[in-house]
Nanobody
């Protein structure tokens, strides 16, 4: 059973930075591509960023490109999302997710999800 636990969310002001972490249980972390998604109230869950199994490839939503950076540390079974220049539109619950092999941008293709961490950006 794969378990994902996010941490690092909080309340910040516009322009601030946050770093989200996601720790995965299990010994086959490198079998999975990892993604970050977010869901704001009243909106569908949307893609934020993804990283391939060994970190050689990454992808970002246009809305966060240049501000957010996804990374992973396979030795620590963890994936991170560094968020800079946060905007009020970034307010949402952020989820990390895992899927075997190739990374994608579609939430429905991810098999495992964390419980989410709230990020609130105030003016």
């Amino acid at each position: 059973q794969v378990q994902l636990v996010e941490s690092g969310g909080g309340l910040v002001q516009a322009g601030d930075s946050l770093r989200l972490s996601c720790a995965r249980s299990g010994r086959t972390f490198t079998s999975y591509s990892m993604g970050w998604f977010r869901q704001a109230p009243g909106k569908e869950r949307e893609f934020v960023a993804a990283i391939s199994r060994y970190g050689s490839s990454t992808g970002y939503a246009d809305s966060v490109k240049g501000r957010f950076t996804i990374s992973r540390d396979n030795a620590k079974n963890s994936v991170y999302l560094q968020m800079n220049s946060l905007q009020t539109e970034d307010t949402a619950v952020y989820y990390c997710a895992a899927r075997p092999n190739v990374m994608t941008r579609e939430p429905a293709t991810y098999d495992y999800w964390g419980q989410g961490t709230q990020v609130t950006v105030s003016v």
